[in-house]
């Protein structure tokens, strides 16, 4: 294998043993407090740590957030040291934005380290900056020997499951930087806005789970000011920030940052929230979102800012990151003989056709945040995402994923992954033409993981619409099972430099493997 070692050079612990220090020296949130407490005296501060998104060959995205008005600063460094710095102008962070704020930085030079340091400047004299607080990210490279590899999950503070303690916090995040990505894709629930966080919770077996608490995690999140609670919530963990500080992140967001199965143009019946109405929550979401997170197609205020994108990670790699939430049509039957809306919506399509033609990549993943061929229910009569339990000819959203497969393969694209998250569990389905109702695609695998910090769910239907067949599980036999019953789950995939080929392992908290496939570069489909 060519891919660089799992473990960092001797440097990069050394810049992130100095992240460390720098973030004791500013009090950072612990998982024992209910909330940073700021005091506004003296310099800024930047308690929230840094994170880095949407890297690629020559370009990144740097985040803080600090504890008053600031003036964001960006130095990076081709060593830990500092020694040749470059300084990066930011943006003002204040009231407007939460106090958070994007850098972007261009003209990076490919496959190597970046060590950076955010200071924040205080606006009426800029010479009085705070403590800096270091993190460090590798560009995609150029040179297809150097390989790839990265890792997915998503589904984090879900179904009352939060930041514990006792358990030492979301401990899988340690298992994740521990491997050293090049990056990690979130493939959505970022947060739970629909899922208050209670300080604890009695397990089955009388056992009491504890939480950490906020006040704008106590109840569902309705204004702007709780949904910035919400995305605020999982940077108290110091695993997070830890991770954050080493790993870049390309994120995507699903129903959860908003509410459960919502679609535009609902009016939700939950007796919880005084606003019914699901495009105004998901104007609110969506702008906090685009403030906690560094994406770079969506621009904090921008109104043409858009979650889907793709990420071109050199030779071996583009990442398509679609949104099946923002242009659905409304949960249904989904049993329409025509439907050009379905989950994508007529423009992403479009949209993804197009830029898949145009891939030159070796491997093409599809960061889709709900699976393809199992049957996820919403209520008694609809459903959520593409299947609906119909194994026959397409019907309602899967004739949109019907219209892609089809292109995929008259066009010849060669290297097509479908990596997903959302139910809960994780398992590996590979979709076959000869035992499908349609059958003009060629086969291609689907692989899912998570929830990294949310409830475990028991295993979904499979419709036999584009033929899957599940080579690999493991789910609960019980709903909402806790991260202290079902391990936490992830998944790695590492593209060798050499041969081209791709493995995806299926991993759990603690790192162990649980399946591994390996696939073979230059196939339509896969």
């Not at 992240?19 to 020296?25: E, I, N, V």
């Not at 909330?35 to 930047?46: D, E, H, M, N, Y």
């Not at 204040?94 to 970046?114: A, S, Y």
């Not at 950076?116 to 800029?126: Q, W």
Request: charged share 25%.
């Amino acid at each position: 294998m060519s891919h660089r070692p799992p473990s960092p050079l001797p440097g990069r612990r050394g810049v992130l043993r100095g992240a460390l220090a720098a973030s004791a020296a500013l009090a950072l949130p612990t998982i024992g407090a209910t909330a940073p407490a700021f005091a506004l005296s003296g310099r800024p501060k930047a308690g929230w740590g840094v994170q880095a998104g949407d890297v690629t060959a020559h370009s990144g995205l740097v985040w803080v957030r600090s504890d008053r008005p600031a003036r964001m600063v960006v130095e990076t460094s081709p060593t830990e040291s500092f020694r040749n710095v470059t300084r990066w102008q930011g943006p003002l962070l204040d009231p407007g934005t939460d106090f958070t704020g994007t850098t972007r930085l261009r003209g990076l030079p490919p496959g190597e380290q970046i060590h950076y340091r955010v200071l924040l400047a205080d606006p009426d004299d800029p010479r009085r900056t705070g403590e800096p607080v270091e993190g460090t990210f590798r560009t995609a490279s150029v040179a297809r020997r150097d390989g790839v590899r990265f890792l997915w999950s998503a589904d984090i503070a879900g179904q009352g499951w939060g930041i514990n303690p006792d358990r030492g916090g979301y401990r899988v995040y340690e298992d994740m930087r521990a491997l050293d990505p090049d990056f990690f894709l979130c493939s959505g629930d970022n947060i739970y806005a629909d899922g208050p966080i209670l300080p604890s919770v009695t397990l089955p077996d009388g056992r009491v789970w504890r939480n950490v608490t906020t006040e704008e995690k106590s109840k569902v999140a309705e204004s702007l000011a709780e949904f910035r609670g919400a995305f605020r919530y999982n940077l108290l963990d110091e695993n997070v920030r830890r991770f954050n500080a080493q790993v870049p992140t390309i994120t995507q967001w699903d129903d959860h940052e908003v509410h459960n199965n919502w679609y535009p143009g609902q009016l939700l019946a939950d007796d919880r929230y005084t606003e019914k109405n699901a495009d105004v929550l998901s104007a609110r979401s969506l702008r906090a979102f685009s403030e906690y997170f560094p994406v770079s197609s969506l621009p904090v205020g921008n109104p043409d800012g858009r979650v889907y994108r793709v990420l071109h990670q050199g030779p071996l790699l583009d990442v398509f990151v679609l949104d099946m939430r923002t242009y659905r049509n409304a949960n249904s039957s989904n049993r329409q003989a025509d439907d050009t809306t379905g989950i994508l919506g007529a423009e992403q399509l479009a949209w993804l056709k197009r830029e898949l033609s145009r891939s030159r990549a070796t491997w093409k993943v599809i960061a889709s945040d709900m699976p393809l061929g199992l049957v996820v229910p919403d209520g008694a009569t609809r459903f959520e995402a593409v299947a609906q339990g119909d194994p026959g000819a397409p019907l309602g959203r899967e004739l949109q994923i019907a219209e892609l497969l089809r292109h995929i393969k008259h066009q010849r694209i060669t290297g097509t992954l479908w990596l997903t998250a959302d139910v809960h569990y994780t398992s590996a389905q590979h979709y076959e033409p000869d035992k499908a109702a349609f059958q003009d695609f060629e086969p291609f695998w689907e692989f899912v993981s998570g929830p990294l910090a949310a409830g475990g769910f028991p295993a979904l239907k499979l419709d036999g619409t584009f033929g899957p067949q599940q080579v690999f599980l493991k789910a609960p036999s019980r709903a909402n099972t806790s991260p202290a019953e079902t391990p936490p789950y992830f998944g790695e995939v590492d593209i060798d430099g050499d041969s081209g080929a791709l493995t995806v392992r299926l991993r759990q908290e603690g790192g162990d493997v649980l399946f591994s496939k390996t696939l073979q570069p230059g196939r339509v489909g896969q």
